[in-house]
């Protein structure tokens, strides 16, 4: 059984790069069948999908946010990071590391395992 | 992007009551949609994906039917556990993967 954690900083400033990592444990990473992407829920609001990437290094981005966002993964770590730039209050949110099913890398599909989540306030 | 669009927002129902939740794509999604709970303060569970298939572990009283545009995830025989908000999400138009607003099914 997969298991993903969260970890980061909970308060980032305006205007500064929001940066989180997720640790895979249980499976591996190399995994054929897997993505692993962010996704994120501000308070009392849905789930945007914001990025993923497979472990050959492919990435994908979610067009809202392509412009301020980097996923990047690294095998020898089982981990794979987000990073945010120029954040603002809008981007307060809890942010959850998912993996994301592929039957064989072309198409990410269904989120089958999910982080606990990490709660990051943009505040000054 | 592919717009999902759940209904009811919300959905009143007693424990052992029925309960179907509805999941409208704004252009076909073919069968590639899913369903997760959410309770509050824990991550989104999966419980059915490729429009009608149950995730490891789901009980057979969590149904999902449709194709298309048109989804639904049907529960029968609410228990407490299942008071809970559900989101619906395609991958088929991907990317991005698009998740609907929610429904929350509330304790009548």
């Known amino acids: 059984q997969l298991h993903l954690q969260e970890s980061g900083p909970g308060l980032v400033k305006p205007s500064e790069t929001l940066s989180l990592t997720c640790s895979v444990s249980?499976?591996?990473?190399?995994?054929?069948?897997?993505?692993w992407g962010w996704i994120r829920q501000a308070p009392g609001k849905g789930l945007e999908w914001i990025a993923n990437v497979y472990h050959t290094g492919k990435t994908y981005y979610n067009p809202s946010l392509e412009s301020r966002v980097t996923i990047s993964a690294d095998l020898s770590k089982s981990q794979f990071s987000l990073t945010l730039r120029s954040v603002t209050v809008a981007d307060t949110a809890v942010y959850y590391c998912?993996?994301?099913?592929?039957?064989?890398?072309?198409?990410?599909?269904?989120?089958?395992?999910w982080g606990q989540g990490s709660l990051v306030t943009v505040s000054s | 992007e592919t717009v999902l669009t759940q209904s009811p927002a919300a959905l009143s129902v007693s424990p052992g009551e029925s309960a179907t939740l509805s999941c409208r794509a704004s252009?076909?999604?073919?069968?590639?949609l899913a369903w997760y709970q959410q309770k509050p303060g824990q991550a989104p569970r999966l419980l059915i994906y490729?429009?009608?298939a149950r995730a490891t572990g789901i009980p057979a009283r969590f149904s999902g039917s449709g194709s298309g545009t048109e989804f639904t995830l049907t529960i029968s025989s609410l228990q407490s556990e299942d008071f809970a908000v559900y989101f619906c999400q395609q991958y088929n138009n991907w990317p991005p993967s698009t998740f609907g607003q929610g429904t929350s099914v509330e304790i009548k």
């Open positions: 249980g499976g591996p990473f190399n995994s054929i069948f897997h993505f």
């Open positions: 998912a993996s994301q099913y592929t039957s064989g890398g072309e198409t990410a599909e269904y989120f089958e395992h």
């Open positions: 490729d429009s009608s």
């Open positions: 252009e076909s999604v073919s069968s590639g």
